[in-house]
T-cell receptor, first 113, second 110 residues
Framework: KAGVTQTPRYLIKTRGQQVTLSCSPI?????VSWYQQTPGQGLQFLFE???????NKGNFPGRFSGRQFSNSRSEMNVSTLELGDSALYLC????????????FGPGTRLTVL | GQQVMQIPQYQHVQEGEDFTTYCNSS?????IQWYKQRPGGHPVFLIQ?????EVKKQKRLTFQFGEAKKNSSLHITATQTTDVGTYFC??????????FGKGTRLSVIA
C-alpha cells in the first residue's frame, strides 16, 4: 500500500497570508489527524477527522481549520499567518479514532516570513 | 488535560551501550504507543501496548507498560548508529486523541 502523502512538501508565506495543506491517507484508513511539530513544543495535536466529521480538536486558535472529504483525503487551512506558525505540519492516518496506530506522512514544512 | 512527560530530553551514548527512555502520564491510559523519528524524517510507528504490565520485544528494543497504566519505558540493548533519532511515546484514554511526549533525542557515538 502507498503511504500517506502530503502536498506541498515546502511552503514559504508572508505574515497575513493564508495557506492550505493537503493530505491523502493510506487506502482504507478513514481517520486523519493533523499535528504541528516545532523544536520547542514537540508534536501538538491540531484536529482529527473521521468520516468527514471533526471528532477531536486541539488547543489552537480558530485560524486553524480543516476538513475531510468523502474519499478520506483531508485539508487543513491556516488563515492570517503569523511568524509563530512556522513549523512542520504532519498528517497521520489510522484505521479508527482515538488510540489507533498513527501512520505519518512526510510533512509540509511551512515558513512564515 | 492529559499530559505525557518523557525523560530524558537528550541522551548521548557510545555505540554498544544500552539506552532507556521513560514516559509518564498524568492520567491512566488506554494504550501507549512508541514512535521513532529519524533526523529530517517523520515519526514512524513502532509498537502499541494496551495491557497492564505488558512487555513486548522487537529485536534489541524492549517496551514496557506499567502496572498502573500510567508509565512506560523503551529500552535499547547494545545501541547501533542506526538507532539515532528521537523516540516519542504517545498515549490516550478512550476515544481522546493521542497526546505525545516531547521525545528523547538519542545520539550514538561510533
Amino acid at each position: 500500500k502507498a503511504g500517506v502523502t502530503q502536498t506541498p512538501r515546502y511552503l514559504i508565506k508572508t505574515r497575513g497570508q493564508q495557506v492550505t495543506l493537503s493530505c491523502s491517507p493510506i487506502s482504507g484508513h478513514r481517520s486523519v489527524s493533523w499535528y504541528q511539530q516545532t523544536p520547542g513544543q514537540g508534536l501538538q495535536f491540531l484536529f482529527e477527522y473521521f468520516s468527514e466529521t471533526q471528532r477531536n480538536k486541539g488547543n489552537f486558535p480558530g485560524r486553524f481549520s480543516g476538513r475531510q472529504f468523502s474519499n478520506s483525503r483531508s485539508e487543513m487551512n491556516v488563515s492570517t499567518l503569523e511568524l509563530g506558525d512556522s513549523a512542520l505540519y504532519l498528517c497521520a492516518s489510522s484505521l479508527a479514532l482515538g488510540g489507533s496506530a498513527q501512520f505519518f506522512g512526510p510533512g509540509t514544512r511551512l515558513t512564515v516570513l | 488535560g492529559q499530559q505525557v512527560m518523557q525523560i530524558p530530553q537528550y541522551q548521548h551514548v557510545q555505540e554498544g551501550e544500552d539506552f532507556t527512555t521513560y514516559c509518564n502520564s498524568s492520567t491512566t491510559l488506554s494504550n501507549i504507543q512508541w514512535y521513532k523519528q529519524r533526523p529530517g524524517g517523520h515519526p514512524v510507528f513502532l509498537i502499541q501496548l494496551v495491557k497492564s504490565g505488558e512487555v513486548k520485544k522487537q529485536k534489541r528494543l524492549t517496551f514496557q507498560f506499567g502496572e498502573a497504566k500510567k508509565n512506560s519505558s523503551l529500552h535499547i540493548t547494545a545501541t547501533q548508529t542506526t538507532d539515532v533519532g528521537t523516540y516519542f511515546c504517545a498515549g490516550n484514554s478512550g476515544n481522546t486523541p493521542l497526546v505525545f511526549g516531547k521525545g528523547t533525542r538519542l545520539s550514538v557515538i561510533a
